[in-house]
């Protein structure tokens, strides 16, 4: 058999949401995994590290990288080597959320499947499973929705991003390995401080649990600029894990009272939520997030749902621009108003134009914190299980610090992966906005406090009594 060189990593060029069922494949299967190669001809193959992931024979396995690191791409090349070399085996590739496995572990997917033909022969989108010529079959799934790790009994699994789960997730995807023959898991992941992961494959002697780390600089497909661009992007603790992928102790965090054994929960049924509101933070080259908020019949404040994206455009490619995503949102969650980074006040007439009721945040960082702060320090804050990036951003937003290593509190924060917190504080400036006065019946209205307001209106902030 040829030696493995899975493909090194690139950026897929297509969505998951694109797909066609695939149509049974002619022909022998490939397992030369040349064929699967990257056509730079300047960094063909796997480099240092992820040829290390695929070769190491440990039953449980992590690929430790940093953004950018290829770690996707390891994985489900993984996968797809372990179905062809091990026939009729069963595997299940788990994400943390759906739309991570529909926009990043399904894309590559697609990707990989047109570098093997001959050997994957159909996709069946309902059920989530990819059926393969040689009797092997991979299951897809998230972690946000627990049912959909249950299943048939397996050989192997792969979850991706995995220190965005809970531990309890490995353990249910290590319950399911029971079928005969070859078994084993592995997992990809940038590392969130030191959790179950560090404590599982780093901070141990059990020579079950195996690793590799990659930094950033690692990745010989990365051009300079871009390595150049995200150091510019990342200081201090946040650069080590971020790029480094370093497991990393975070001090001086910004929100030091944010408790997540508290503040993370199963969110609320859809008829208690008695509004909704969102803020966004854009992005192009950075990545841009979308927070949506709601308060419920008890008074809580809930973060609901978000959306992380890197390198789309605001308008002009329907189907994969930010106005698509928000025209979604606003469908599933009918915000009354939404608050944006009045920075860039063309982003703001674009959704204005498309219908989206979007008005310019208070985009004061430090204020801004304080008022986050202060929401969470009430107690009625909580996140949603599956907002999984804010989870990660919160548990390592830093203060700056000076030269002797003091936080700069209430000053500066240091430069990272804070696109969802930002979009928080601005859906929360947005929110004093529209809140009602207590005690009279009376509303607030918002065109006291938005110019040229009348031209649309928030549903209940524009009634006059009770």
Known sequence: MARRRPSRMGYPQTAASDFDDFEESAGPAILDL????????????????????????????????????????AGMHEAFFKCGEHPRTFGLVCSPTYPMLTKT???????????????ACHYNKT????????????????AAEPDSLRGPNLNWFWLDEAALVGEKTFHVLQGRIRRSGFQGGWITTTPQGRNWVWRKFIDTDDRNYWWVRARLEDNPGLSEDYV??????????????????????????????????LHIAEPPERSRIRRTWAGIDWGFSAPGAIAVMGECDDGSIWLLHEEYERRLSMVGAPGQDWLTICRTVQTDWRCEAWFGDPADPGAIRDLQTAGIPIYGADNSKIPGIRRVTALINTQRFRAATYCVRFAAEIAGYEWAKDRDGKPLENERTEKGDDHVLDAVRYAEAGRAMMAETEGDGETVYMQDIIPGFRAQRLGAARLVGR
């Open 228 to 261: 150049t661009s995200l150091r510019d992007s990342y200081t201090g603790a946040w650069a080590h894990q971020e790029l480094d992928a370093e497991f990393v102790t975070f001090e001086g965090l910004v929100y030091d009272t944010f408790n997540p054994l």
């Open 127 to 142: 059920e989530r499973r990819l059926t393969f010529s040689n009797g092997s079959t991979i299951w897809f799934g998230y």
């Open 34 to 73: 040349d064929s699967a190669y990257s056509d730079n001809p300047d960094h063909p193959g796997p480099y240092k590290q992820q040829q290390q992931f695929h070769d190491n024979k440990a039953r449980f396995r992590a690929f430790i990288g940093s953004v950018a690191a290829g770690k996707t791409c």
């Open 105 to 119: 572990v399904l894309v590559w997917m697609e990707q990989l499947h047109e570098r093997w033909p001959g050997f």
